[in-house]
């Protein structure tokens, strides 16, 4: 991630991208690419388990004098039977950001479409990727298996934290340590880097993380709280009245979306 508190959304989520948004009918399971398991900021693509909940990120940075600086981003995120995800981010450079419009909001219709949506600006930018060759379908969220950790190399160290209830939800997490050098880790050392996160096996999606970096230091804490089980509104999946159509490989607006459009519409 860039040292910067308001991070790209590329340097926080290792994220897909499917869009085509059209009024034709809805395209067959069948014909959608298989992309895998993908998550897209902390919500994975799996399907038949939907839901929605509230994310809070804060980003603490330390300057060379010790100075610290926090920035909060909100997100309320959710996903439907299907796997569709909508995240919908706040963030204005402060510890409060304002949660009246969204800075942007990001659609993936998990089927080879997605889009970025301005509310400001009253864009949507639509975005198409080719299915890639190698796709991976472990489950987002699996428990920690201590016998066969993931590996860290000699100078790492692997802990399950157990489990843990959110809003009746239950979530595992793992911590993984990174120290200097393996004789710095036995003689008790301070690690230099920790990644720390928590996921519900039974949504099969994370649940909030925790990241330190020592040079430079940074802090990040993904908080999720508030978390619903239910089936959120097809509309949300879709690109609102108004909104200029740009496409991923344009830098003019294509048109203006005469009315909504669903993001497993946009294929066209």
């Known amino acids: 991630m860039e040292s910067s508190a308001i991070l ?7 994220v897909l991208v499917c869009l ?3 009024f034709a ?8 690419p298989d992309r895998g398991t993908v998550v897209d900021d902390e919500v994975s693509n799996t399907q038949g388990k939907p839901y929605q909940a509230k994310e809070v990120r804060t980003v603490v940075t330390y300057g060379s004098d010790g100075t610290k600086r926090e920035v909060v ?14 995240v919908e981010r706040f963030y204005d450079g402060t510890e409060d950001p304002s949660e009246n419009v969204p800075a942007d909001i990001w659609i993936d219709d998990n089927c080879g479409t997605s889009v970025s949506l301005l509310p400001a600006r009253q864009t949507a930018k639509i975005t198409k990727v080719a299915s890639p060759v190698k796709v991976s379908h472990q489950p987002c969220c699996q428990e920690v298996d201590l016998k066969n950790p993931p590996h860290t ?18 979530v595992r997490g793992e911590r993984i340590s990174y120290y200097s050098s393996a004789q710095a880790k036995l003689s008790g050392a301070s690690p230099v880097r920790i990644y720390e996160n928590w996921c519900s096996i039974s949504l099969d999606t994370r649940m909030g993380d925790y990241i330190l970096d020592d040079k430079p230091k940074r802090e990040i804490t993904t908080v999720i709280s508030d978390i619903k089980q239910i089936e959120p509104a ?27 459009q669903s993001a497993t519409s946009m294929r066209q």
């Open 73 to 86: 981003t909100k997100s309320n995120l959710f996903r439907d039977g299907r796997g569709r995800i909508r």
């Open 8 to 14: 790209p959304r590329g340097a926080l989520l290792p």
């Open 20 to 22: 085509g948004m059209t």
């Open 153 to 170: 190399g000699p100078e790492g160290k692997v802990e399950d934290l157990g489990h843990k209830f959110i809003d009746g939800v239950e």
């Open 25 to 32: 009918t809805e395209v067959a399971v069948a014909q959608c």
């Open 234 to 260: 097809s509309s949300l999946f879709e690109i609102p009245e108004g909104y200029k159509i740009i496409r991923a490989d344009q830098s003019a607006p294509a048109s203006n979306a005469e009315g909504s």
